[in-house]
C-alpha cells in the first residue's frame, strides 16, 4: 500500500518560506512522477507542480514559477516543495501526490497523501 506522508506545514508570513516534504517509504519510489496540488479554502484543488522520475523534468503551475522550486531525491524517497516569497493566496492544504499525468490543461494523480496545512499572513 502506498504510504505518502507530508511535513513543513505551517504558519508564515507573506515574503516569507517554507519547505514541503513528502516522504514516501519504497523501493519503486525512483519510478514514480511525483507532484504536489493545493486546495484553498473554498476553492477546488489545483495542480502545483510536477516532476518527472529521474528530477529532470519539472513544471509548475504559472502561479508559483519564479517562487516555488520541487525536487526529490530518491535515495531518500522524498519529494520536496521549496516555497519562497509565500502571499495569502498561497494558503491552503497542501497534498503530494503520486503517479501524476497531464491530459490537455488537466493534471491528475493516483495518489494522494493526507495533506499539510500552509497559511501565510498578511
Known amino acids: 500500500q502506498v504510504q505518502l506522508v507530508e511535513s513543513g506545514g505551517g504558519l508564515v508570513q507573506a515574503g516569507g518560506s517554507l519547505r514541503l516534504s513528502c516522504a514516501a517509504p519504497?523501493?519503486?519510489?525512483?519510478?514514480?512522477?511525483m507532484g504536489w496540488f493545493r486546495q484553498g479554502p473554498g476553492k477546488e484543488r489545483e495542480f502545483v507542480s510536477y516532476i518527472s522520475w529521474s528530477g529532470g523534468s519539472t513544471v509548475l503551475a504559472d502561479s508559483v514559477k519564479g517562487r516555488f522550486t520541487i525536487s526529490r531525491d530518491n535515495a531518500q524517497s522524498t519529494v520536496y516543495l521549496q516555497m519562497n516569497n509565500l502571499k495569502p493566496e498561497d494558503t491552503a492544504v497542501y497534498y503530494c501526490?503520486?503517479?501524476?499525468?497531464?491530459?490537455?490543461?488537466?493534471?491528475?494523480?493516483?495518489?494522494w497523501g493526507q495533506g499539510t496545512q500552509v497559511t501565510v499572513s498578511s
Open positions: 501526490a503520486k503517479g501524476l499525468r497531464r491530459e490537455g490543461s488537466s493534471w491528475y494523480a493516483d495518489y
Open positions: 519504497g523501493r519503486t519510489f525512483s519510478t514514480w512522477t
